[in-house]
């Protein structure tokens, strides 16, 4: 299951994820190299028998029964003819290990690797048509018809919060005796942002009702895997709560790394979206329609990355850094031309797909 690899210096933790993998799991010796991750830690562990496998290291304030809902979605989606990671159980048949503190679950390794810098075409095809199937597979989960508190409050923004949120890092910039790049282009970036929240009431008052469900919940180019144009697997399952459809395909469809790294980035969301509709045909022509809207509301709103600089650092700051940047370069490319990209996705949501091969 390959994604970039960040360290192979081991913290005191590892000594026990090693045990635990030797006594619980029958792999001797594992030597562990540290991979990207934002919320658990992740690692690539191979044995000295030479088998490999994915560990995912719980942090302390996980919930470990909404982890198991995500190991459930992910065999769902399996079943679906998904390509996933499966997990590998326990002596004891579970699939999450507990022992002293420590939390982790073991999946098959799975290859191929993640894209970084924009998706081709054929991959956002086949990221498009992957998504579709996971959508429709989820579609008539039992979860899906339940009310989405997650939704209502997407859809209503604490503006005022995030104009305060806004000040108080200005505040912590411009207090500092010294600045380095990253405070020069925060402090650019946050100005611009507090402008583009002043837009964000109009791009609400915009969206038709949309449609809820049960969702991947963070379906993202980190989160595929390919082998050339192919999806060899995709990871990182949410739990089964009905969340926004059209904010899934719309990030997907507009990733900032689509936008930032290609020039005609409004073609390359229609191709995902329009491989979307061949495997999901159910989603309303309103939604497919609203979904660059979404992406951009989702990027307006958030101030992840900046916000986690300067008061509660992440796991691997200096790639929230870059993508904090990254994705406020692509909201400002979204605002600049949302309404030639909402004019191609209301052809493309009322055009007939072709018979499915």
């Not at 719980?58 to 198991?68: I, K, M, S, W």
């Not at 895997?225 to 459809?245: K, M, N, Q, R, S």
């Not at 979307?276 to 989702?298: F, G, K, M, S, W």
């Amino acid at each position: 299951m390959p994604t970039t690899a960040t360290s192979t210096t081991e913290p005191p933790a590892t000594a026990q994820i090693t045990e635990i993998l030797a006594d619980a799991y029958g792999l001797p010796g594992a030597r562990l190299t540290r991979l990207d991750g934002q919320v658990a830690i992740n690692y690539r562990a191979e044995s000295t028998d030479g088998r490999v496998v994915f560990v995912k290291h719980y942090q302390p304030t996980a919930d470990l029964a909404a982890e198991d809902d995500v190991i459930a979605q992910t065999k769902l989606a399996g079943q679906h003819g998904v390509p996933v990671a499966a997990v590998i159980t326990n002596s004891d048949g579970e699939t999450i290990t507990r022992h002293a503190g420590t939390a982790l679950s073991v999946w098959r390794w799975m290859p191929g690797h993640t894209i970084d810098s924009g998706l081709t075409p054929a991959q956002q095809a086949a990221a498009g048509r992957m998504l579709g199937r996971i959508h429709a597979a989820f579609a008539d989960h039992r979860a899906s018809s339940h009310p989405s508190p997650k939704a209502s409050k997407w859809l209503n923004p604490d503006l005022a919060k995030r104009e305060a949120t806004i000040g108080q890092l200005l505040d912590i910039i411009n207090g500092r005796a010294e600045h380095n790049a990253f405070d020069r282009q925060a402090a650019a970036t946050l100005a611009e942002r507090r402008t583009q929240l002043g837009r964000l009431p109009g791009l609400l008052a915009g969206l038709p009702p949309l449609h809820t469900q049960v969702l991947h919940g963070d379906y993202s180019p980190k989160n595929i895997l390919f082998d050339g144009d192919d999806i060899t697997a995709v990871v990182d399952f949410g739990p089964a709560e009905p969340y926004l459809a059209v904010w899934e395909l719309g990030r997907i469809a507009f990733d900032p790394r689509s936008i930032v790294h290609g020039p005609d980035w409004i073609a390359s969301g229609l191709t995902l979206v329009t491989a979307y509709r061949e495997a999901n045909e159910h989603l309303p022509a309103a939604d497919i329609t609203a979904c660059a809207r979404v992406a951009l509301i989702q990027l307006t709103a958030s101030l992840y990355g900046v916000k986690e600089h300067y008061l509660e650092p992440g796991l691997d700051q200096d790639d929230l850094d870059q993508f904090w940047l990254l994705r406020h370069h692509a909201a400002t490319a979204l605002f600049d031309r949302l309404a030639e990209a909402e004019a191609a996705l209301a052809q493309a949501a009322h055009t007939s797909n072709p018979p499915s091969r």
